[in-house]
């Protein structure tokens, strides 16, 4: 794509991707519109010069009332030179739900603008609505996606006494009442039920402007303005009422609408922030509820994928101000257990009511305050306001309430279970993401123990750190790390298909045994993970590394060699680590081009203040950073915008799967074109055959890394060859460029 702008029908230019657009694209879209108006067109096709331009009309919902397109959206392609191109219909199919995407908020954006109000209300309502989608000057970029913040711009900008949103099958229910006139929220008690069925039975906003209702002896009267909450195949599923006194104004045909684009708004933000098969809150959404519950976002709480209730801060700070212990978190992982049996036996169909059943089961129990998701296919995460005890019942009451599932479907013999890892959020953990690693640590233990049980994380609990490695291996490698039994390996990382970037080597560490045995990391890492020894061995690692490659410092700086080097998130935490291997760098003289870092996905996210500055700082210097496994972290892609690498590691699970799961491969080409689109570099690690070799080329990653390439080599014998790689890479420079390199070899 070369170009995007969006004009109206006469040719007027509102937005586009380029700085200016050449005059005659308006005029060509104004003839196009008069011309190319066929009933069920959906655009036409025009070349502009030598250059292809697809032209997509956005309609309104009522063609009969505009038979012409109310915005023109002109896609640019480059021309390719090879005089094909593509078809109308097959860039229509690509960019189509995006169309749909931009004519709905255009739509919802007209309206807006055309409420039939006084010029003061539409700019009062404007903002209010701006706030809710995020376009507000003061609105915060997570009231995107909170159903408190509607209510409660509801309750404030429409001056009514109460507010209430009820969607039943979601277990929301989220009441604001005013502060300057409050009305007592009973009376949600005997009016939910006759609102939801009024919802039900009108697809628009009903006014009531007086309904009696009775208290004890005592009718009451209220003025109720009720709006359905509908899906996106029009079933409606809640409703937003709000209450003003029967001495208060009447509610008007402009509250209604006002009340209908919020309803709206809360659509969206159930389809975007509520996973459809369970009515759990989506990873993103769990994410951005659970930052904001450790930071004790104050203010009315809404429903968290569970049951909802209304906020209460003032006990929260009369807690604070009176010294009282903090509230109790604990994180719980959930696997569904041999979810792929069951889809083999009776069905994908039937493995989604089992999913959806067990859903309905977290929602279900989880109390008030607490936050669910479906992180997966078959995985679910909560944050629980509860201690590990606490924690630990419930857990073990949802998994006794799974094994009942399996009876209520199929044929009642179908058997469900779940494994369930409870783990503490401790004070000191700003991220969830720890503890969340330590309740998924637990539940795989669970699931290496027979499954259909809960595990509990405990730090001294030796049964579960003994899953990774033998208890008794720590103390083995502090020993290594003191007597200095350490060494280093190199495995080649080398572009795949037509790209010409330079070869590259990641420097991996290996453990001498007392006996001379090579232990590789598989056995010793976890340990170091738990026992806090990575910043020791990352230190030892990116210190030694620079040793050796010093005595080369003339070749690298004439070539385009790297080599990367892998740091874990706890080195992070160190204030002066960042600051260690920044002058580590200067000072070997090396080129800083030919070193590139690596951290996980997992560990940047975990730490991403401390993560951004360190590669801010050697990016700065001249070094690449990667991150490593990336697809499998509990984080949003929006972190690539801002974090500052050039290189992404497909993590190795998706890739020794290509060739036998299409998912696999759909996330291996989805990340190549991601990447692709930001400038970023591409690995795919794990290419363990040439059949994955060739498969992972055709999906346009740019580097392969895996035993089908190289296995790992002491470095020290890479360097010794290392001319012959700088050959490679220089094919016509100052070395000789007939070489021929073979695979590498060595102990995994």
Same mark, same amino acid.
């Given at each position: ?6 004009f ?8 586009s ?21 066929e009933?069920?067109? +959906?655009?036409?096709?025009r070349?502009?010069?030598?250059e292809?331009?697809y ?9 009969a009332?505009?038979?012409?397109p109310f ?19 097959f860039?229509?199919g ?11 908020e255009?739509?919802a ?10 010029l ?8 209010m ?17 909170d ?10 900008h ?28 009973s ?32 009718e ?7 709006c ?24 008007t ?7 209908e684009?919020?309803s ?7 389809a ?20 904001? +519950?450790?930071?004790?976002?104050a ?7 569970g ?7 003032a ?11 903090a509230?109790?978190?604990?994180a719980?992982?959930?696997?569904i ?38 992180i997966?296919?078959?995985r ?28 209520s ?5 179908m ?7 409870v783990?503490?959020? @401790? ?8 503890a969340f ?7 795989k233990a ?35 790390? +003191? ?8 495995q080649?990382i080398?572009?795949?298909?037509n ?25 010793f890492?976890?340990? +170091? ?24 410092v003339?070749?690298l ?35 800083p081009?030919?070193?590139?870092f ?37 984080s949003?892609?929006?972190y ?10 497909i ?8 060739l036998k799961?299409?998912?696999? @491969? ?6 190549a ?6 400038n ?35 470095l020290?014998?890479?360097?010794? @060859? ?7 890479a220089?094919?016509?420079?100052m070395?000789?460029?007939?070489v ?6 060595g102990?995994?």
């Open positions: 794509m070369n170009s995007l702008s969006v109206d029908p006469l040719g007027h230019l509102h937005w991707s380029e700085m200016s657009v050449p005059p005659e694209i308006a005029a060509v879209v104004a003839q196009a519109v008069k011309d190319g108006r009933p069920g067109s +959906a655009g036409v096709q070349a502009v010069g030598n292809p331009f032209f997509f009309w956005l309609m309104a919902d009522e063609p009332i505009e038979a012409l915005v023109v959206v002109s896609i640019g392609f480059r021309h390719t030179g090879d005089g094909e191109q593509r078809s109308f219909a860039v229509h690509l960019v189509k739900p995006a169309l749909e995407c931009l004519r709905r255009l739509l954006r007209r309206e807006i603008l055309n409420l039939h109000s006084s003061a209300e539409q700019d009062d309502d404007l903002e609505l701006l706030s809710l989608s995020g376009g507000g000057q003061d609105a915060k970029p997570e009231s995107a996606t159903l408190k913040d509607i209510v409660a711009s509801a309750t404030e429409l001056k009514v006494g109460l507010a209430a949103l009820i969607i039943p099958e979601r277990g929301i229910a989220v009441v604001h009442a005013s502060r300057e006139a409050p009305l007592d929220t009376l949600l008690a005997k009016a939910h039920r006759h609102l939801l069925s009024m919802a039900q039975m009108r697809r628009g906003a009903s006014l009531v402007n007086r309904m009696v209702l009775q208290s004890g002896d005592n009451v009267a209220y003025r109720v303005l009720a359905p909450i509908a899906r996106g195949d029009g079933r409606v599923v809640g409703v937003l009422a709000l209450f003003r006194a029967e001495s208060a104004p009447e509610f045909p402009h509250h209604a609408r006002l009340t684009l919020l709206r708004r809360v659509a969206a933000v159930l975007h922030s509520y996973d459809a098969l369970t009515g759990l809150l989506t990873r993103p959404a769990f994410e951005q509820r659970v930052r904001r +519950a450790l930071e004790g976002a203010g009315t709480t809404a429903a968290t994928g049951t909802g209730s209304t906020g209460n801060t006990a929260t700070r009369h807690a604070a101000a009176s010294g009282a212990p509230m109790a978190w604990s719980l992982f959930i696997d257990n041999r979810l792929h049996v069951i889809n083999d036996n009776y069905g994908m169909p039937m493995g989604d009511k089992v999913i959806a059943q067990l859903g309905e089961l977290i929602r279900n129990r989880m109390p008030p305050g607490s936050s669910g998701s479906r997966s296919g078959d679910f995460a909560i944050m629980l306001p509860a201690s590990l005890d606490d924690a630990a019942k419930f857990a073990e009451a949802l998994r006794a309430g799974a094994e009942d599932v399996g009876a479907l199929g044929d009642g013999k058997q469900v279970s779940i494994s369930v890892g783990a503490a959020i @401790e004070p000191r953990i700003k991220e969830f993401v720890h690693a330590a309740a998924e640590t637990a539940c669970a699931n290496d123990r027979g499954r259909n049980r809960v595990e509990v994380y405990h730090e001294a609990d030796e049964s579960i750190v003994r899953r990774f490695t033998d208890i008794n291996l720590i103390s083995d490698l502090r020993a290594a790390i +003191a007597e200095d039994r350490l060494e280093l390996n190199a080649l080398v572009p795949l298909g790209h010409t970037g330079a070869p590259h080597f990641e420097i991996l560490l290996r453990m001498v045994a007392e006996n001379g045995e090579i232990v590789g990391p598989d056995h890492m976890s340990a +170091a993970n738990r026992y806090q020894l990575m910043p020791t061995l990352d230190r030892w690692v990116i210190g030694h590394a620079i040793e050796m490659l010093k005595p080369h003339a070749l700086n004439s070539s385009p060699v790297v080599f990367t080097i892998n740091f874990s998130g706890q080195s992070l935490q160190d204030a002066d680590f960042t600051e260690h291997v920044a002058k580590l760098i200067e000072s070997s003289g090396l080129p081009s030919a070193l590139c690596e951290l996980t996905e997992s560990a940047a996210i975990g730490n991403i203040a401390r993560a951004e500055a360190f590669m801010r700082r050697l990016r700065k210097l001249g070094c690449n950073i990667a991150l490593d496994d990336f697809g499998t972290g509990l949003s892609l929006a690539l915008r801002t974090l500052p690498i050039g290189m992404l590691k993590d190795g699970s998706f890739v020794r799967d290509v799961d299409p998912r696999a @491969e759909s996330m291996v080409q989805a990340i074109q991601l990447a692709r689109a930001m970023l570099t591409t690995v795919a690690e794990y290419i363990e055959t040439d059949e994955i070799r060739t498969r992972i080329e055709s999906l346009g990653v740019d580097y392969g890394q895996g035993f089908a390439i190289a296995r790992p080599t002491p020290v014998d890479i360097l010794s @060859e290392l001319p012959l790689y700088l050959a490679a220089h094919p016509t420079g070395f000789p460029h007939e021929t390199l073979q695979r590498a070899s102990e995994s």
